[in-house]
């Protein structure tokens, strides 16, 4: 049974937003994060958020992605506004129970990994 389920990918033109979902199963984490992989190319950090509500943005993630959780619902969030066709990826959700701050964004040290949701942006 997938632990980590995403959502909310889709087709948008550039300037559009989505909004994805990681919904957790079975545990709660310590650590959630986005990552994305584009065709191609190498996979790339986006954003994540430990349970003491610091949220950590790379490069790709900042000014334009929101990141949040939902603590309740065990529900991970990626606001994505003013897309652009370089965001064209798949976005993948990723946990851990044990780590927390800036180790969120080392996808390595992660234990847990979702399907990934396709986003496309078209121009």
């Known amino acids: 049974q997938a632990q980590l389920v995403e959502s909310g990918g889709g087709s948008v033109q550039a300037g559009g937003s989505l909004r994805l979902s990681c919904t957790a199963s079975r545990y709660h984490y310590s650590c959630m994060g986005w990552f994305r992989q584009a065709p191609g190319k190498e996979r790339e950090r986006v954003a994540a958020i430990d349970n003491d509500g610091t949220t950590i943005y790379a490069d790709s993630g900042k000014g334009r992605f929101l990141i949040s959780k939902d603590n309740a619902k065990n529900t991970l969030y990626l606001q994505m506004n003013s897309l652009k066709p370089e965001d064209t990826a798949m976005y993948y959700c990723?946990?851990?129970?044990?780590?927390?701050?800036?180790?969120?964004?080392?996808?390595?040290?992660?234990?847990?990994w979702g399907r990934g949701t396709l986003v496309t942006v078209s121009s």
């Open positions: 990723a946990a851990d129970r044990t780590l927390s701050g800036g180790y969120c964004l080392e996808a390595d040290a992660l234990d847990t």
